[in-house]
Structure formats: structure tokens, C-alpha cells
């Protein structure tokens, strides 16, 4: 008997490539950037969820301005793909936190959020006017934010891509926003580590961490893949960890 043929490789879902791309582009030219050391065992996962194989991948950067890039793409099994990502800024530097994710499925995708949450009671200025000033497409399909969605900014998209062309709007959103970010970690000036405004900002980006740690769906897909200390060890040191005092 010929040897079973081995299933083909699975297919990313286009805009987790698109984005993964997206992103990759966007920090490139960013100042002094630079790799940050991913804990041990953390930088690529396995695990088995329902009997299926689960492959968790991460990578962290910094810059001035900016105290860690992190992108995270996981995979279960041939089915479910996300990508998650967020930037959290130094505190001495008046910059909101971006964060985008995306999941999909052999159905297409599911949910798709991006956003540029602020660290004080409101976005800087100028950065606030320029997302306004960006084309906001009509997408059909809007997403409910969870109860601890106040993290988030007025300018939050959160949908459910109708097909292959709002996939592509959402991407090029995506790189609008991003390009908003890029020019302000750019320009942004340090503040002393004792200014008020730097103790705020802090105290505000230790309340986002903590708020997204309420995320119950994510907490309980981890321990049911892996035990509840790794869950915790992992979203408490890597996924949301609490931005250092400045000093």
C-alpha cells in the first residue's frame, strides 16, 4: 500500500499576512530600534487544545519612545490563526498604546480591532485630530467592545470584515493608523521621569494592562492548552506585564 500523503500545509488567512507585513513595515525607521530578549521558552509555543496542535510565536522590540513592540501569531490546528500586537509606550513620552488583533477561521474572519488608546483622560491632541482626519470605511459589520473596553479611544475600529474587501480596508486602516503612530514616536519629546505627567501616564498604562487582563476568553484557552500557572506566568510577563516605575 502507497504511504498516505501528508496534508498540505495550512494557508494563513490573507490579512494576518497582510498585517503581520503591515506592522513589520510600520516600525522599520523607527528611532533607535532594537531587539528585546524574549523570556525562555516564550518566543515559540506548542501545545495541543482539543486534541489539536496549538504553535504560539513571539517577538519583542523597542525604541525610543516606545518600551516594547510585541507581535504575537498563533495557530490551532488547520482551523483558528491570530494575530496579536501591541506598542507600549515609555511613560517619560506622550504617545498612546496601539494595539491591533485579528482572528480567523476557515470561515473568514471573525473579529478584527484596532485602536490607539490613550494613556491620560484623552489622546494628545494631534494625534486625536489626525486619526479624525483619516477616511473611516463604512464597514457593515460592527463588534459589541467588552465591558472593560473604556481603555479604549472614540476612534477604536472593531468589526467583522464582510469579505475579501472590507479585509482589504481594514488593512489599509490598519497602516493609516499606523502611520499616525510612526510619525508621533518620531517627533514625541522625553519628560522627566518625576513629571507629573509622566507618573500619570504610567499609573494609566498600569490600569490598560490591567483592564485587558479581564479578558477572560484568552486566560482560559491558555490553561485549558497548557495549566493556569503557565496562563498566568505567560499573561502577567508577556502578554500585559506591568510597565516598570520610572526611575
Not at 86 to 109: C, H, N, S, T, Y
Not at 230 to 245: C, G, K, T
Amino acid at each position: 500500500m502507497p504511504p498516505r500523503p501528508s496534508e498540505p500545509p495550512q494557508a494563513v488567512p490573507p490579512l494576518v499576512t497582510a498585517l503581520n507585513g503591515v506592522i513589520r513595515s510600520a516600525w522599520e525607521g523607527l528611532p533607535q530600534l532594537e531587539p528585546l530578549p524574549v523570556n525562555t521558552g516564550l518566543d515559540r509555543i506548542e501545545g495541543v487544545l482539543d486534541g489539536e496542535g496549538l504553535l504560539i510565536s513571539n517577538e519583542l522590540l523597542r525604541c525610543r519612545g516606545v518600551r516594547k513592540i510585541h507581535l504575537e501569531l498563533a495557530r490551532l490546528g488547520r482551523g483558528l490563526q491570530i494575530l496579536h500586537c501591541v506598542w507600549f509606550p515609555d511613560p517619560r513620552f506622550d504617545l498612546p498604546i496601539f494595539g491591533a488583533d485579528i482572528v480567523a477561521g476557515p470561515g473568514g474572519v471573525s473579529a478584527a480591532i484596532v485602536d490607539l488608546s490613550p494613556v491620560t483622560d484623552a489622546l494628545p491632541a494631534s494625534i486625536d485630530s489626525a486619526l479624525a482626519a483619516l477616511p473611516r470605511p463604512p464597514f457593515r459589520q460592527s463588534r459589541d467592545l467588552p465591558g472593560w473596553g473604556t481603555i479604549f479611544s472614540p476612534h477604536v475600529c472593531f468589526i467583522r470584515p464582510d469579505g475579501p474587501d472590507e479585509e482589504d480596508l481594514f488593512q489599509q486602516h490598519v497602516s493609516n493608523v499606523l502611520a499616525v503612530l510612526h510619525q508621533a514616536v518620531c517627533e514625541a519629546c522625553c519628560e522627566p521621569v518625576d513629571a507629573a505627567s509622566t507618573i500619570s501616564r504610567y499609573e494609566s498604562q498600569l490600569n490598560y494592562c490591567l483592564q485587558q487582563k479581564r479578558n477572560d476568553k484568552t486566560r482560559r484557552v491558555l490553561e485549558k492548552a497548557f495549566d493556569a500557572d503557565w496562563a498566568d506566568r505567560y499573561i502577567e510577563s508577556l502578554l500585559f506585564d506591568n510597565p516598570p516605575r520610572p526611575e
